[in-house]
């Protein structure tokens, strides 16, 4: 073995060392090697960045949301001071009061429509490419699952406000779904928290908007980007190389480093 | 892909009891709503299709237990002794029919879905019940008949539920029809929620602001209208709540009255499929109130065989 500079030595002991430490007792950093350095096909072109796009958009809705879970409170209850519902309220005091209200609040209202189209453009891509065949069929389908999951987002998310748009569009939306054979009345009136909109519907609706559907969605596509990982990018339609072909597995490490150089361990 | 080796079944095929295990599921949470017997009779259903359930999924398992020989790991010669020791330990006995790791792991899984269910059942019904239990509204006080004049609409917009505060305002055009053939005070009260899709149904005529009133929480609104239009779908209805054009699939709901020291008290909500007549001569045909845009009558009815008015009462 080559004699190491003092520099390399260093950068052993300062970085390595540690990342071997912890690679050795959690597998993280083979973990990551595999999903981040990973064989793509040569004719890949920005189409195939709109998962990572929605994915963006996705993490830019939580993070927004979480904040805006800070100053928002759901409740249909009258203000006395303001004379206006408490939620309605707090959405004109985020807006209009609150320091970068404004811009947190645009960010996760017009990042919600990104989100959605962004879940499309990437849906298109996967159906004009054929992407979603053999073996990425589950891809797929956990894919049409996180459209679904992420319109519901959208539904529950628009009563929030409390305004006239807000209760007539959700009032709207609940009596559409009252309006299928058989279980329809029952899922409206599950909906609304009886046969109306009423104080209950509110808090319902936020707690679905940001614990239920927000802890499926991410679990959706944890198991989304895991298959992605496992299976590859496919090639595109026009592409020599054969879709489908199947990765080699990562090789384990020839020493004890596991050192994130590119290269080292995926091919 | 055309390796016959992948053609061949490897499980048992498709079992009808997990179909009768979710309708004994759905009949016992529907029994929580209707009656204790339905759900006693669900949770029967549920149990014995359960178990049939089980007992099919792990029959293959439990047959091949008695072929498993663990012990099979010594050298050739000392298997076969081996092998004639169980033989003969096989005539003296028979093999239990559950290994011990058998009865370990099955008896984990079990105790793990019975916690399961003790944890998720009670949250499943908190999360659906409370939506469909305890809904009875109080009765609307709209003041003095006297403020009602005859023939004429009135926009009263009321608080259903005080306690809940004006989220539980709602709106509804009166009319009094004057007294009917048999001298009693007759009284048409559409709901202003469209049947289509529940928006704000808006009276299509003048609203006489000046003689508007404002009593305990009541306000009313003389309108001179002959129809009513909705502003979301255009959905169009005549003076007796019959849909005229648009969207709607049925008549304007209803609102029953009853008359208490000459004071007009609002009752339940009702369907209407549809109304003959006018006013206090008016044929009106009554269902169980149901969400805007179900069919209360004719063949689409059929698509709509319960809803909750029905059974919540």
């Known amino acids: 073995m080559a004699v190491k500079s003092k520099r390399q030595q260093m950068v052993d002991m300062a970085v390595l060392a540690p990342l071997d430490w912890v690679d050795e007792r959690t597998g993280a950093v083979r973990g990551t090697k595999w999903f981040l350095f990973r064989n793509v096909p040569r004719d890949t072109s920005w189409m195939q960045t709109l998962g990572s796009a929605a994915l963006t958009a996705f993490i830019v809705q939580a993070l927004t949301g979480a904040i805006l879970a800070m100053y928002y409170e759901p409740s249909a209850a009258i203000n006395p001071v303001t004379g206006e519902p408490i939620a309605y309220s707090t959405i004109v005091a985020i807006t209009d009061e609150l320091t970068l209200g404004w811009l947190v609040r645009g960010m996760h209202r017009w990042g919600a429509s990104v989100f959605i189209i962004l879940i499309f453009l990437h849906m298109g891509r996967v159906f004009l490419f054929g992407a979603y065949k053999y073996p990425r069929e589950l891809t797929w389908i956990t894919g049409v699952l996180i459209l679904a999951t992420g319109m519901l987002m959208g539904f529950t998310g628009y009563l929030l406000p409390w305004d006239q748009t807000a209760y007539w569009a959700s009032a709207v939306g609940i009596n559409l779904n009252g309006t299928a054979p058989f279980a329809g009345p029952w899922l409206a009136q599950f909906l609304a928290g009886g046969p109306e909109i009423g104080p209950e519907t509110l808090p319902k609706f936020y707690a679905m908007h940001m614990l239920l559907i927000p802890g499926a969605l991410i679990a959706l596509i944890g198991v989304h980007i895991y298959l992605v990982t496992r299976l590859g990018v496919s090639s595109p339609p026009w592409s020599s190389e054969a879709a489908g072909r199947e990765r080699p597995p990562v090789k384990p490490p020839s020493s004890t480093r596991a050192g994130l150089v590119r290269g080292s361990g995926g091919d | ?313």
């Open chain 2, 1 to 313: 892909l055309s390796d016959p080796g992948h053609d061949t079944p490897h499980v048992s095929g498709p079992s009808l009891w997990p179909i009768g295990f979710a309708i004994g599921v759905a009949c016992l949470l529907l029994g929580l709503v209707i009656s204790w017997i339905v759900a006693v009779i669900g949770a029967v259903f549920a149990i014995v299709f359960g178990f049939l359930w089980a007992r099919g999924v792990t029959r293959d398992v439990r047959e091949d237990v008695p072929e498993i020989e663990p012990e099979a790991r010594a050298a050739a010669e000392e298997a076969q002794a081996a092998q004639a020791a169980a033989d003969a330990a096989k005539a003296r006995e028979p093999l239990p029919a559950y290994s011990r790791s058998h009865f370990l792991s099955a008896s984990t899984l079990g105790l793990g879905a019975a916690i399961g269910a003790i944890v998720t059942l009670p949250v499943l019904g908190f999360t659906v019940l409370p939506s469909f239990t305890n809904i009875e509204e109080d009765e609307a006080d709209l003041g003095p008949i006297d403020n009602f004049p005859e023939g004429e609409y009135v926009i009263a917009s009321f608080l259903a539920n005080p306690k809940q505060g004006e989220v539980s305002r709602r709106t509804a055009f009166v009319r009094n029809n004057g007294p009917a053939d048999n001298g009693e005070p007759s009284f048409t009260i559409l709901y202003s929620r469209c049947v289509h899709l529940g928006c704000p149904v808006q009276p299509n005529g003048p609203i006489d602001e000046e003689n508007r009133k404002e009593i305990d929480g009541v306000e009313l609104r003389p309108v001179l209208a002959q129809s009513f239009g909705c502003p979301c779908h255009g959905g169009l209805y005549d003076s007796e709540g019959n849909r005229r054009a648009g969207p709607p699939v049925r008549s304007l709901d209803r609102l029953t009255f009853s008359i208490k020291d000459r004071r007009l008290i609002l009752g339940e909500l009702y369907a209407v499929g549809n109304v003959s007549g006018t006013g206090a001569n008016a044929q009106i045909a009554r269902y169980p109130w149901s969400v805007p845009g179900t069919h209360v009558d004719g063949v689409e009815a059929w698509l709509y065989p319960i809803v909750p008015s029905q059974v919540t009462g």
